[in-house]
Structure formats: C-alpha cells, structure tokens
C-alpha cells in the first residue's frame, strides 16, 4: 500500500534536544516524534493518519487539517512545541506491507533476483543495515544476520 507519512517543521528556538525523542504505540492519535536540528528548528511527525498519494506522477500532498491531532501529540511529548510556529509541512510516497515488516531477502520464485523494499516508515534507520545484510546474501549466498521474518513468502505461508 503507497501513503504519506506527514512531517512539520517548527522556527527556530534555543537548541536544547539532543536526542531523538519520541513514543511508539498502536493509538495512532498518540504516537510522535520529534528532533531539534542545530540551526533550532524541531522537525516533527507521527500521529496524525497518513495521507493518500498519487502514484502517477509519484506525490504526496500533506494536508493542514491534520496538523492539530498531530500537533497534541507532539505537546504530550513537548509542551512548548504549543507556543512554536510551524513554518511548513510536507509529505511524500512511501510504500508500506501489511504486517509492517519490511522484505528481505532472495526472491521466492526468480533465482538471482534479491528484495529489500517495505520499510513501512523507518526505511532512512534500516537503509545502512539492511544493505550490509544484502550485500553479504549476494555476495555469498547467505547472511549471519537472520532474515527468514522478512521473505517474501511469509505471506504465502499466512493462508
Ligand atoms: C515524509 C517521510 C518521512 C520519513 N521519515 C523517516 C524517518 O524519520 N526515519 C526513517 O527511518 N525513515 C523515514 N522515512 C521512510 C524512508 O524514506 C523510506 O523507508 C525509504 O526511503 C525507503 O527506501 P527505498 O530505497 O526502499 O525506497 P525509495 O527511497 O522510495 O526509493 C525507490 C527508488 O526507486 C525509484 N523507482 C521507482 N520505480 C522505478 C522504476 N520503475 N525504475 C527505476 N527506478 C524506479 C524511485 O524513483 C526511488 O528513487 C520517511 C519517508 C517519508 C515519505
């Protein structure tokens, strides 16, 4: 399924968050996150539903009605974030899989054909990974790391 995560980026203020700070969980109206980048600028997302994209020619629009759901769950992480002006929004297509694991490994059914695809949301954190893992299973034909969750026949394997 291909849907816009929706990001937001506040003005700058006194940099003070170091880390990653965010929360995970299946209430879709609670879980956010949020970074400070040096330059002062808290750059935000989560929470709010993700948007439908256009396949043809590849967009994902965000949409302003759905910056205050997301902006009450990002003051439960931040409360000051309710005094801070958003100064843009935006979005983009992503592809997601219905058990939100991602796929990877060698095809089930075409020899020399490999699959990573399906990062559901955390394709930028898996990337450096992931890659690692692939270029040892083409490379050798297997991999140290185990990867029989994400194959491609999982799905096969559910009916
Ligand atoms: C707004 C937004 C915020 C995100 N934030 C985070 C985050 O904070 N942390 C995180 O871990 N992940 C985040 N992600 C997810 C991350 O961007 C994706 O999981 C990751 O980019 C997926 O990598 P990919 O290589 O599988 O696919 P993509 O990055 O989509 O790359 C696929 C490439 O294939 C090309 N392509 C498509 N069709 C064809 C074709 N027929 N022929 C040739 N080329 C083709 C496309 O042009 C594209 O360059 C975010 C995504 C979005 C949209």
């Not at 394709?123 to 893992?133: I, R, S, T």
Request: hydrophobic share 40%.
């Amino acid at each position: 399924d291909a849907r816009g995560p929706q990001m937001g980026v506040t003005e700058p203020l006194p940099h003070r968050i170091l880390p990653v700070v965010g929360i995970w969980t299946r209430d879709k109206d609670y879980g956010a996150y949020l970074r400070q980048v040096e330059r002062g600028n808290i750059v935000f997302g989560g929470a709010a539903e993700r948007v439908s994209v256009d396949l043809d020619p590849g967009h994902a629009k965000a949409d302003p009605a759905r910056l205050p759901v997301q902006l009450r769950a990002v003051a439960r992480l931040l409360p000051a974030i309710a005094q801070a002006a958003v100064i843009r929004t935006w979005s983009g297509c992503e592809g997601y899989v219905r058990d939100m694991l991602p796929v990877i490994g060698q095809s089930a059914t075409t020899p020399g054909l490999f699959h990573a695809f399906g990062f559901c949301g955390h394709g930028f954190q898996l990337g450096p990974g992931v890659g690692d893992a692939m270029a040892e299973l083409i490379t050798t034909g297997h991999c140290e790391t185990p990867l029989d969750d994400f194959s491609i026949d999982r799905f096969s394997r559910e009916a």
